[in-house]
C-alpha cells in the first residue's frame, strides 16, 4: 500500500463519495488549547467514512466477482456503507448483521436494497454465517476493516484533510476494527509534513492499547461502551500499519466520551456519533501534551439512534 | 428599507457574522419531491441568524449611545446574539430573560458576558423591566424582531442564499416575531426573480396566520409547542411588510415539527432546534403546490437544549 495507491484509489472513488468538509470551532479550540480541524465524514454518503473503503473494494472487482454479489458482517457502519456503494454500482450486497445492531443502522441496509441475514452477536456465528452466504451465491466476501483495498479507502478521509492542511502536526483517529487509523498512518506518512497519528479508543474496549503494547492481536475483556463502532478488534493486515505508523492508542471514559460528543453537538451543530467523539475526548484527555498545535481530527460518523441518547437535563458539558 | 439598505447592512455586519453554509440533502429532496437548498444559520456565531440583526443594530448605534449600552427582553436567541454582538463590539448588553428561558440560553448569555435580568414571563413584565433599565443605565432598547434595524440585518441571510441561488422559487421562513420573515420576504422582493415568500408557524402559535387574515396584529391564543422560538407575535413594523411580500402562512402541528426536526437531524446530521424545523415541516404539508421547484428553507438556529429532546425510542421519522 503505497502513495500512489493512495492516490489512485481517491481518483478511483471520487465520482460515487462526498469530499466531505473541514470544520472547526473557536469554542472548542479555546477548550482544547490547540487549533483543531475537524474531517466531518458524518456528512460523507450514508453517514460515515465506511463509503470510501467499500466503494474501493466493489470498483476493484472483476466482471465475474461483480455477478456475484458481496457478502460482509458488520453492526453497523460498514453494513450500510457495503450496501450503498453495492447499489450504487449495481452489485447484490449480502449483509450479516448481529440482532444486536442499532435499529436505525438496519432500517439503512434495507433500504440501500441489501438482503440482511441475523446472526448471534459474537465473531464465531458472524464469520459462519458470512461464510456459507458466500458459498451458496457466490458472493465475495468484504471485511470491515481487515482488507487491503478497504483500508486503503478508508485512509483517503486523511488525505484529503491533509491536502487541505499539509502542515497538521498530529491526527486523532477512532478505534475499531483497524481500517480507518491504518489508512490514516499511511496517508499522514506519505502525504504528512512529520504529522504523527494517535489512536482513541473506549477503556471498555481497549483491545488496540493492549495489542500495541502486547505486540500481538489482543481481544477486547468488555465491550461495555456507547461507542457501538468500536467494540471490533484489530486484524492481521491492519495491525502491522498500526504498529509501524501510529505513535500511540489514548483511552478515554465512558463519560469522557459523552461529555466530548455533547460539546460537539452544542458548540458545532453537527451530529457525530460516539464512536467519533472518542477522538475529540482522547485529544481533550491529553490536550496538555498538544498545546498550540494544528491537530486533526476524524469525524468518523452521524448513525446514532436518536430515541436513545446520552444526555442527562441541565447538564452542561464544559462550563 | 430599500435595495440599498439591505447590500449596505450585508457589508456593515460581515466582519462580525459567519457567511453560512448552504446544504441539500437528497433523501429529503427525495421525500419533499423538491429540490431543497437549506441557509444554515444554525451555524451562525453564537447559533442563530439572530447574531445578524443585533450587530447591524448595536453597529449604528451614536458614539453617545453606545458609550450607555444596549438592553433587550429575549427568551432565547436575541438574548445571545445582542450579548455577544455586544461583546464583539465592546458594548455593555443588558438582557431581560422571562424565568422559563431554557437553562441552555441563559448560560449562552452569561458566557458573552452580558448582566441577565429575570422577570415573569409576561410580555408586560418584560417590558417594564427593560423600560426601567433603560431608564436607570442609559441603555439603547433593541426589540428582538420589531426594529427596522433588526428586520434588515435578518433580511440578509435570504440576501446571501439568493446570491447563491437566484433561481429560487419560494423561500420557507420560521414566523415569531416577524423579524426574520420581514428582512426574508424583502431580499425576495429586490433580490429574488418572482421568489415567493412564505412564513410557516404552529397551530400552537398561530397569531402570524390570523394577523394575516383579520388585518391586524393577533395575539396568540396558545403558545403550547415546543418551537419556543415562535411563541412571541408581529409588530408594528414588521407587520406591513409580511402583509404587502408574504404569500402566506402554512400551520403545522407539534408532530410535523418533530417529524421535521428528526429528519433534518437523521438525514443532514445537523442540529437545528424545533422553530427551525417548523419550515421544512410547512413545506412538507403542502408538498404538492411545490412539485419540482427549487426553494430556499431558511434553518434558523440551532441551538438545543439536549437534555430534553423530544425523539422517542424506535421510531422512523419518514420511512
Redesign the interface.
Known amino acids: 500500500m503505497n502513495k500512489k495507491e493512495l492516490l489512485d484509489c481517491q481518483k478511483r472513488i471520487a465520482p460515487y463519495i462526498h469530499k466531505t ?1 473541514v470544520l472547526s470551532s473557536r469554542s472548542i479550540n479555546k477548550i482544547a488549547g490547540a487549533m483543531l480541524f475537524f474531517k466531518c465524514e ?2 460523507q454518503r450514508m ?1 460515515a467514512y465506511k463509503m470510501r473503503g467499500a466503494t474501493n473494494a466493489i470498483l476493484q472487482l472483476t466482471d465475474v466477482q461483480r455477478q456475484g454479489g458481496v457478502v460482509t458482517h458488520s453492526s453497523g457502519n460498514f453494513a450500510q456503507a457495503l450496501a450503498l456503494a453495492a447499489k450504487s454500482l449495481g452489485v447484490n450486497a449480502h449483509i450479516v448483521m448481529p440482532t444486536s445492531a442499532p ?2 443502522k438496519k ?1 439503512g441496509v434495507m433500504e440501500y436494497g441489501a438482503r440482511i441475514y441475523e446472526c448471534e452477536p459474537t465473531l464465531k456465528a458472524r464469520n459462519a454465517m458470512a461464510d456459507s452466504i458466500a458459498k451458496e451465491t457466490g458472493a465475495t466476501f468484504i471485511h470491515p476493516s481487515n482488507d487491503e483495498k478497504v483500508i486503503v479507502g478508508q485512509g483517503t478521509a486523511a488525505l484529503e484533510l491533509l491536502m487541505d492542511h499539509d502542515d497538521l502536526e498530529a491526527i486523532f483517529c477512532p478505534v475499531g476494527g483497524g481500517g480507518l487509523i491504518a489508512g490514516s498512518a499511511l496517508a499522514a506518512n506519505y502525504f504528512g509534513k512529520n504529522c504523527k497519528v494517535y489512536g482513541a479508543e473506549p477503556f471498555e474496549a481497549d483491545d488496540a492499547y493492549r495489542s500495541l503494547k502486547s505486540g500481538k492481536i489482543e481481544d477486547n475483556i468488555t465491550v461495555n461502551t456507547i461507542a457501538d463502532g468500536l467494540r471490533t478488534t484489530l486484524g492481521d493486515k491492519n495491525f502491522p500499519i498500526i504498529q509501524k505508523h501510529v505513535v500511540g492508542i489514548i483511552r478515554v471514559t465512558e463519560e469522557e466520551i459523552i461529555g466530548a460528543m ?1 460539546l460537539i ?2 458548540r458545532m ?4 456519533e460516539p464512536s467519533s467523539a472518542v477522538a475529540l475526548a482522547g485529544l481533550l484527555r491529553e490536550k496538555e501534551k498538544f498545546k498550540g498545535q494544528k491537530i486533526g481530527i476524524i469525524i468518523s460518523g ?1 448513525n446514532v ?5 446520552p ?6 458539558s464544559y ?1
Chains 1, 2 share one sequence.
Open positions: 468538509p458524518n456528512f453517514g435499529m436505525v432500517i455533547r453537538w452544542e451543530k453537527i451530529i457525530v452521524g439512534d436518536l430515541g436513545k441518547l444526555f442527562k437535563e441541565n447538564f452542561n462550563p
